[in-house]
């Protein structure tokens, strides 16, 4: 789990950066727009949408824009037919990968994922190749200067988290999908800020990488997450804190 969450703390540092390039707001205007299109426009009532919506108001997207997102989903307004796809394949090592698409034209995508993979090392799989290794999960972290580890342990798990982890100066919380917003709104009742709050593919094992494999595995991570396409990248490398440093 900790090179996941360690790439997932890494995504949101990046985020403000990622923004301004206007990355960040495309795929969320899919996003919704996809999730309105799938689950109807009552963002209370469609909790991929409300998802959604939560995730474009946290990166300052304009209220115009998530509005117009949820009619081009619902038909009000005319638009793109984007169509939700899943893609597996192997990163340097034989890191197992799991890639989430919405694209509206998946020929397209899928051969530019393929030059992808190639280039930085890795391979596509046939479909269930990789998938298996991952469990949805709700994922929460917290920064451990927020509160004493005995204390924030005791918390999540009473709130009904699965699993509790302090790695690299952050707790990891691992709940399953339902009890996964009854773990954010205790912590939020406690004024407990969480820097990362996601439903993700948490892997069952994992595999350690170093030096160049490690290096590798970063830039593929990276380029497939620049990919207009690709919504979520889930992997299961472990690459130690010493060796984040260094790359």
């Not at 206007?22 to 727009?33: A, H, P």
């Not at 990968?97 to 051969?111: E, F, G, H, M, Q």
């Not at 530019?112 to 046939?126: A, D, I, P, S, W």
């Not at 451990?144 to 699965?162: C, F, I, N, P, S």
Request: glycine share 8%; charged share 30%; aromatic share 6%.
């Amino acid at each position: 789990m900790s090179g996941h969450s360690k790439w997932s703390t890494i995504k949101h540092k990046k985020a403000k950066e990622d923004a301004k390039k206007g990355k960040v707001f495309t795929k969320l205007i899919k996003e919704i727009t996809i999730a309105a299109r799938i689950g109807g426009g009552d963002i209370e009532g469609n909790p991929r949408l409300r998802s959604a919506v939560a995730a474009g108001r946290a990166a300052n997207m304009p209220q115009d824009n998530i509005t117009k997102a949820i009619k081009k989903g619902t038909g009000e307004l005319e638009g793109v037919h984007y169509e939700d796809s899943e893609y597996e394949g192997y990163g340097p090592g034989g890191v197992a990968i799991l890639v989430t698409v919405t694209s509206d034209n998946k020929n397209r995508t899928v051969a530019e994922l393929r030059h992808v993979f190639t280039k930085y090392g890795g391979n596509m799989g046939e479909a269930g190749c990789v998938s298996w290794i991952f469990d949805k999960k709700g994922l929460l972290l917290v920064d451990q200067g927020v509160a004493k580890e005995d204390e924030m342990m005791e918390l999540a798990l009473e709130a009904g988290a699965e699993d509790f982890r302090h790695e690299d100066k952050m707790y990891e919380i691992i709940t399953n999908i339902d009890n996964f917003e009854k773990v954010k709104d205790v912590f939020k009742n406690k004024k407990i800020n969480c820097s990362l709050a996601e439903i993700t593919m948490v892997p069952k094992s994992t595999v350690k990488l170093e030096s160049e494999q490690a290096r590798r595995m970063l830039h593929l991570m990276e380029a497939l997450e620049d990919h207009d396409d690709v919504q979520k990248v889930y992997a299961n490398f472990d690459i130690s804190a010493e060796e984040m440093e260094k790359l």
